[in-house]
């Protein structure tokens, strides 16, 4: 039978007390460490401890013995501590340091990667809101909404910025500008949705008047619960076709479908409640709801969306064979072509 191989965790050795002043070796956390020249030993062997003072310290340190040898042994600890304190501190600089430099190349790597989503963009939003943390420090959370060429909406938070000292609409307006600046500025901004404080949208030093004043025409809404009420008691006043708006959920796309239905149905008395309502610069949403061209554009994606929505609740009927799928696909295709051939002789 082969011998089980020894491990020296088995055989319980320990730090013996009188090792420090007969051998100079001290137990620093755990570790048997020489206070004079401070390499550590791995296995606690009386040997080990004696062949190493014996080789590297004896011929110096022999001749004291008593309160002599007690003196150097207490002054070599008090380094010993400072050293042990000193690669303490060291270590957690430099793991501090590893994490920031994690921190900005992860940061590096996020910024890199929405500039590649921001740079094909065709349009963007914004929305802003401004709190205080525990530390009371103002922080200014700033997302942006993209949308492709090919109608697929994207939605990320761009940045999360301090604002230290004032919270005024300079301080916000200096803030968002930079930020925008970097991707590209404002030229593509659709719309900037605030938290309806008086700092987002004063109309001479709120984010809403500078953002005039520095020639940026971007529709600001703000306080949004309250233009929700004034848009709901104008649609009853004016005995409009539907009462509110639908919100559009990324769970449930048919919805976004339902969306452009109302959204059209109400095409008339949005541009009113816009104009009369609403305190920031809508001239062009206003104008865009009146273009025929406009309308056009709205009522052709309108439909065709409903038309998806139609065929996607067939599909979604229960007890249904393969037989009835490709039915209901073979008939959408169908019906994709006669609306092609329709619009190609302007039969509508």
């Given amino acids: 039978m082969s011998s089980q191989k020894r491990k020296i965790t088995n055989e319980h050795r320990v730090y013996n007390d009188r090792w420090e002043s007969e051998y100079l070796i001290s137990n620093n956390n755990n570790k048997l460490q020489c206070i004079v020249c401070m390499q550590v030993l791995s296995v606690p062997k009386e040997y080990n401890m004696k062949r190493h003072y014996t080789t590297l310290h004896e011929k110096t340190f022999r001749p004291y013995s008593g309160d002599s040898r007690q003196a150097i042994i207490t002054e070599y600890q008090k380094k010993l501590k400072q050293q042990t304190s000193f690669s303490k501190n060291l270590t957690l600089i430099t793991s501090e340091y590893r994490i920031n430099q994690l921190q900005d190349h992860i940061n590096e790597h996020v910024s890199k990667k929405l500039r590649d989503v921001v740079e094909k963009y065709k349009y963007f939003s914004l929305c802003l809101d401004e709190s205080t943390d525990l530390s009371d420090i103002s922080q200014l959370v700033i997302f ?178 393969i037989a009835n799928l490709f039915g209901h696909i073979n008939g959408f295709k169908n019906e994709i072509k006669l609306f092609k051939s329709s619009l190609q002789k302007n039969d509508f």
């Fill in 144 to 321: 942006i909404r993209t949308i492709q060429d090919d109608f697929s909406v994207a939605e990320e938070m761009l940045d999360f910025i301090p604002l230290h000292g004032t919270t005024k609409g300079t301080d916000i307006f200096e803030a968002v500008n930079k930020l925008v600046s970097d991707y590209g500025g404002f030229d593509k901004c659709s719309c900037i949705v605030t938290d309806g404080a008086r700092a987002m949208t004063g109309t001479e030093i709120g984010f809403a008047g500078l953002l005039k004043q520095n020639s940026i025409n971007c529709p600001i809404v703000g306080n949004r619960a309250l233009t929700h009420r004034k848009f709901r008691d104008f649609l009853a006043e004016v005995d409009a076709s539907y009462g509110n708006f639908l919100l559009h959920t990324d769970v449930r796309w048919l919805s976004a479908g339902k969306c452009l239905q109302r959204v059209f149905a109400l095409r008339k008395e949005i541009p009113i409640f816009l104009k009369n309502e609403v305190t920031s610069d809508t001239t062009e949403l206003e104008n865009q709801m009146t273009d025929a061209q406009f309308l056009a554009d709205l009522a052709f994606l309108t439909d065709m969306t409903s038309h998806l929505n139609e065929l996607n609740l067939k599909l979604q009927v229960k007890q249904q064979n």
